[in-house]
Structure formats: C-alpha cells, structure tokens
C-alpha cells in the first residue's frame, strides 16, 4: 500500500512540476511575443530586401537650384496632419502633440495614441524658430501587457544607423529627416529635450534597452533640404 501511494505521489508531483514548466513556457512567449514578432519581421524583411541604387548624374551635368525631391514612399502615412513613418523599422503611427513629457499621466495617455511630441519643442519643417529641434518620444515595451496598453512603436528604433532615413508630416506636408547620430545616454539626461538647437534636426527617443528604465536611446537626425 505504501508502494502506490509513494508511486501516486511521484506522478502527481511530477505532473505538478511538468505543468509548470510548461506554464512558464508559454508565458515567457507570450511576454516576449511582440518584441520576436518584430524582430523576425526586421530580419525577414532583410532577408529579402533588394538593393536599389540611384541614379548617377552626368559629370558635366551643373547643380540645379531646386527643392530636393523626396524619395516615394511604399505606403501612406496613417496621419499626415501630424505622423511619422521609418520605413525601415516599419513604423507608420500618429504623433499627440505637445505634451509635457514631465507630466506622468499626460505622456502615457499619449503614449497610448502613438508617439508623443514633446511641449515646447519645434514641429515638423521649421527651420527658423529660436528652437528648431522637433523632439519625438514613444514606448518599446517587449511584453504583451504593456505593447497592448500603449504604441510601442519605437521596439527597432536601435535598428535605425547614420544615412537612414525619418519622414515626418505635419499640416499635410511631407518633412524629411537624415539620421546623424545615435547614441544611449543615462536616464537623468535631458539635455537632448531641453537644449535649443539653431539647426533643424530631428530627436527621437525611446528606452535602453526595450522595455526597461534604465538608459535613453536617442537619435537625432537633420533636414533633407
């Protein structure tokens, strides 16, 4: 009799042990399910990228003083009043304007929307302000609870490299941006929101890495002009 009990016992701890095994399994999946669907896009999408090259001018061929032609894009901006789209990284979202990026509750509800536009920070296109720094944030949650409750759209913003290229609408007009820089920075520094720049540039910022609070990702680009 002591046998079968011992023999039930060890079936049912092992069932027990099993299951939860597994449990954790799946619920590691399905917390990082977002973040690998983004990842085997970027690589999928790579993967089968085919290489265009420009068109070399003529040598002799002299400079025209025109405005610089945009190159076309393969789909249309979600919102062009106010929207960016990365096509490499595959992002197309909305941009909440002017909220303060001090404000707690203010940049998570936008957060939820799409990419926040920092208060007190250039728009798209200016070139002329005593500021022309267009400074843009957004979330890179990597689980599914968090990606569910606000746009993680900037999960490959570290995919972005110099040349790259940003577009960016406001009013209906198209604003494009080169990337120039990118850099991690300590959480605590601001400087990047809250230094005037007499150039037209382009900063956007995420956390480092996705899903934590430890670091800043920042990218900052130029104006295509």
Not at 108 to 117: D, E, N, P
Request: charged share 20%; with cysteine.
């Amino acid at each position: 009799m002591n046998r079968r009990r011992r023999f039930w016992f060890f079936v049912a701890l092992r069932t027990i042990a099993n299951s939860l095994i597994i449990t954790g399994i799946v619920f590691s999946f399905l917390s990082f399910a977002p973040y690998i669907q983004q990842e085997v896009w970027y690589w999928w999408k790579n993967l089968n990228q085919t290489t265009h090259t420009e068109p070399t001018p003529p040598e002799n061929s002299a400079p025209k003083a025109q405005a610089v032609t945009l190159p076309a894009l393969q789909e249309q901006p979600i919102d062009s009043s106010f929207g960016i789209m990365i096509e490499k990284i595959g992002v197309n979202a909305p941009v909440v304007a002017n909220v303060d990026a001090s404000n707690y509750s203010e940049y998570i509800a936008a957060l939820s929307k799409g990419v926040a536009h920092a208060k007190g920070t250039a728009l798209p296109g200016s070139t002329k302000s005593d500021n022309n720094n267009v400074f843009l944030f957004a979330h890179s949650a990597i689980n599914a609870i968090e990606a569910r409750m606000y746009n993680s759209v900037f999960y490959l913003l570290r995919k972005l490299e110099v040349g790259d290229r940003i577009s960016t609408f406001y009013k209906g007009k198209r604003f494009d941006y080169i990337v120039s820089s990118k850099k991690v920075v300590q959480a605590t520094d601001t400087r990047y929101l809250t230094d005037l720049s007499k150039e037209a540039i382009l900063t956007l910022q995420t956390c480092d890495p996705p899903g934590s609070s430890l670091r800043r990702l920042i990218i900052t680009a130029k104006l295509a002009q």
